[in-house]
């Protein structure tokens, strides 16, 4: 039986405490790409209790997807937007979740993100990468962005680490492995540094960042 709102609230102060729950559930975060990264940050993020999640991405769930990222085999051909939201839903219902089912460019990603506090890089292509961290350090200077860059192929998980580039721009990454000269990308690697993105997320709600 599912639980209620409220025994759920309570479930989640008494793992973080009132006044901290009262910060993440008053949160906004924008994700911007809902692959390997990005369904799994929100994952981690729906599980601490945010208080809404801003999810964008245009692609569908592919069976290729399914060894790294948060969706199930029966939504395949699904867009990750819908499926995402589905599976956040059975996590934690009473959250809130805003979907743009849309390619981020540079022209309309500031529609997308201009409620976020904080927002979330979960590209794949450098380029995309990079047009995102100019664009909200450039036009959103008060908005934290925590961005990767690194995490591809079977090396060390412990090589990835959260880095502090400036008061309010933090990458997560090996910052070296490349998946054009890796071997791949390994579902272990991904989910750990998703995890140092949304762990560097709860730290600047918590204000301990």
Do not use: W
């Not at 008060?142 to 079977?154: C, F, H, Q, T």
């Not at 690697?189 to 709860?202: F, I, Q, T």
């Amino acid at each position: 039986m599912q639980p209620s709102e409220i025994e759920m609230r309570k479930a989640f102060e008494a793992r973080h405490g009132q006044l901290l729950q009262e910060k993440f559930s008053s949160a906004c975060v924008a994700v911007c790409g809902l692959g390997g990264l990005g369904s799994n940050i929100a994952v981690a993020l729906s599980r601490a209790g945010i208080g809404k999640l801003i999810l964008i991405d245009h692609d569908r769930v592919d069976v290729t997807n399914l060894h790294r990222q948060q969706y199930k085999a029966c939504q395949v051909g699904m867009y990750k937007t819908d499926a995402l939201v589905d599976n956040l839903r059975e996590i934690s219902p009473y959250l809130s979740y805003k979907t743009y089912t849309a390619r981020i460019t540079e022209e309309n990603a500031a529609s997308f993100i201009e409620s976020a506090d904080i927002v979330c890089e979960a590209f794949d292509k450098a380029e995309s990468k990079a047009m995102l961290a100019n664009l909200v350090l450039e036009k959103f200077p008060e908005k934290y962005l925590v961005a990767a860059s690194g995490m591809a192929g079977i090396d060390s998980a412990n090589l990835i680490t959260t880095r502090k580039i400036t008061d309010k721009f933090f990458v997560c990454g090996d910052g070296v492995s490349d998946i054009e000269t890796s071997n791949g990308l390994f579902s272990t690697r991904v989910m750990v540094c998703a995890a140092h993105e949304a762990h560097a997320v709860l730290r600047i709600i918590a204000g301990k960042i």
